[in-house]
């Protein structure tokens, strides 16, 4: 490098320095005057300094709670809530089934009903006829025409009658007692409203023969004078598609011409139906 070139390098540099002084001159802060008169001390500043303050109590502010983070509490595990899951489907389970025993008894007494009361307006309903005299039969060895009637709607099926004609006395009650002589007669079939022919049943005990016995003169002077009565009692057994019935009858009558009374009120209770066996 020539020395001309050293001068002008040397010049170059002596003018940045001046620059940067110059610079330095102008962004310098300015220092202002003091003029500010000093600050009197206050008295309430100084009585705060005098008396001395409790420290302030620090806060700790609680964690945040994770939704779904447990709390801890035992009835809110997740055992106690598969176990009260449980205890409520028990519960509904028995709830149902208290309500189906409820139902079928309540549906089993319905078609109870139904079938007890399509049977009675369907069955078979046998009765018994037979009309006593109004005078006194006098005749040897008379009996008394008795009918059998089917008023159901089946047919009736192995009919048997057992009746009785019999003189009683007015203070006591027929004895509905089949363990004697009587008679018997059977009927195999009975269609809805037909009527059997005519049975006759003999007063008092029939002869040896068979015959019907004749009343006496004594007889008769007692049914005049009221000292007896005449009574007819019967009971009909029959099936039909229902299963096995039966009928009560008894029927009376006094010929007395001078009045009273006579025992007669178990002869009108005897009139009855039923099902099954007849009661003996």
């Known amino acids: 490098m020539s020395a001309e ?10 003018n940045l320095e001046k620059a940067v ?39 700790i502010a609680p964690p945040k709670k994770d939704a779904k983070a447990p709390d801890g509490k035992w009835y809110k595990s997740a055992g106690w809530r598969v176990l009260r899951f449980v205890w409520r489907f028990k519960f509904l389970e028995g709830v149902g089934i208290i309500a ?7 549906t089993w007494f319905q078609w109870h009903d139904l079938r007890h009361n399509f049977e009675v307006d369907q069955r078979s309903y046998v009765r018994i006829g037979l009309e006593l005299p109004g005078t006194i039969f006098t005749s040897p060895g008379i009996s008394l025409p008795m009918g059998l009637r089917n008023n159901g709607k089946s047919p009736a099926l192995r009919t048997r009658l057992n009746a009785i ?8 009650a027929p004895t509905f007692s089949f363990n004697k002589p009587h008679t018997i007669s059977d009927i195999a079939l009975l269609f809805p409203g037909d009527v059997s022919e005519n049975i ?18 004594s007889e008769i002077q007692d049914l005049v004078d009221g000292k007896t009565y005449i009574a007819a ?3 009909v057994q029959y099936f039909d598609q ?8 008894c029927t009376w009558k006094s010929y007395s011409t001078k009045g009273g009374s006579v025992n007669a009120d178990y002869c009108v209770q005897w009139n009855t139906i039923g099902d099954g066996k007849p009661p003996e």
Not at 200 to 217: E, L, S
């Open 100 to 106: 189906v025993i409820v139902y079928t008894s309540l």
């Open 242 to 249: 229902f299963g096995e019935h039966w009928t009560h009858f």
């Open 21 to 59: 002084h110059k610079l330095e001159a102008v962004h310098a802060p300015r220092q202002q005057d003091d003029t500010t008169p000093p600050c009197e001390p206050d008295p309430t500043e100084e009585n705060e300094r005098a008396v001395p303050k409790p420290p302030a109590a620090s806060y």
């Open 233 to 235: 009692y019967a009971v």
């Open 165 to 172: 004609v019999e003189i009683i006395n007015s203070s006591s």
């Open 5 to 14: 070139q050293i001068k002008n390098l040397n010049n170059r540099v002596s």
């Open 200 to 217: 006759p049943v003999a007063i008092g005990m029939p002869n040896k023969d068979r015959t019907p016995p004749a009343i006496t003169p």
